[in-house]
């Protein structure tokens, strides 16, 4: 949800800007944190790119108008004064002017989330490599790669099934289920997750 600018208050020092903290959508990590005025701020919600004021150019300065990173404007928040914003955004690429994801020098990625699929990873790997007595997991390797395909396969089609209703907590559930058996699969070919998150990277990349 954006905040109107009539809640914002602009004034609270005599440059009229006010800090604006960024926050990537998906990972959550902060990546920078720049200033508006009220142009900014409208030319922010015009554009979808985030704008801000420039305190040394003395001018409004969109990210990304010279490296071609952008930050592609997904909401805006006000804090309890009303004098600092919250966005979240999708970048285009790194975020810092020395070339780095955030301007903290961090790397922008999950963290809660892909530890939790890791987790995932390691159960799925314990029962491979060491039977577990009723285990469907492990069960699933004792009959071999065919029948992991072939399982993954009746997933992809519940999911494109469900795609088709408006239920959209079963359609959620299918498709974990879908996910889950590709994991399986994964590990049956010896292929980690972050193996195929790498390919992605590199496909962006060339894109």
């Not at 530890?115 to 799925?124: A, D, G, L, R, Y």
């Amino acid at each position: 949800m954006n905040a109107s600018v009539m809640n914002i208050n602009f004034n609270k020092n005599k440059e009229c800007l006010i800090p604006a903290i960024i926050q990537d959508k998906t990972t959550k990590n902060v990546l920078m944190l720049g200033y508006m005025n009220k142009e900014a701020y409208q030319k922010t919600l015009t554009t979808k790119r985030v704008c801000f004021y420039s305190r040394s150019k003395k001018r409004l300065w969109t990210k990304g108008e010279d490296s071609g990173n952008f930050l592609i404007l997904d909401t805006i928040k006000v804090d309890c004064d009303n004098d600092a914003l919250l966005l979240t955004v999708n970048p285009t690429g790194p975020v810092c002017h020395k070339g780095t994801d955030t301007c903290w020098g961090e790397q922008n990625k999950a963290k809660d989330d892909f530890n939790f699929i890791n987790t995932i990873e390691k159960i799925i790997y314990n029962r491979k490599e060491s039977y577990a007595v009723n285990s469907y997991v492990s069960g699933l390797f004792q009959k071999g790669i065919n029948k992991i395909a072939q399982k993954l396969g009746e997933e992809a089609v519940e999911v494109v099934i469900e795609a088709k209703d408006d239920d959209i907590e079963l359609f959620k559930n299918e498709v974990a289920d879908l996910f889950f058996h590709l994991m399986i699969l994964l590990e049956a070919k010896e292929v980690r997750f972050q193996d195929v998150i790498n390919v992605l990277k590199q496909r962006h990349t060339q894109s």
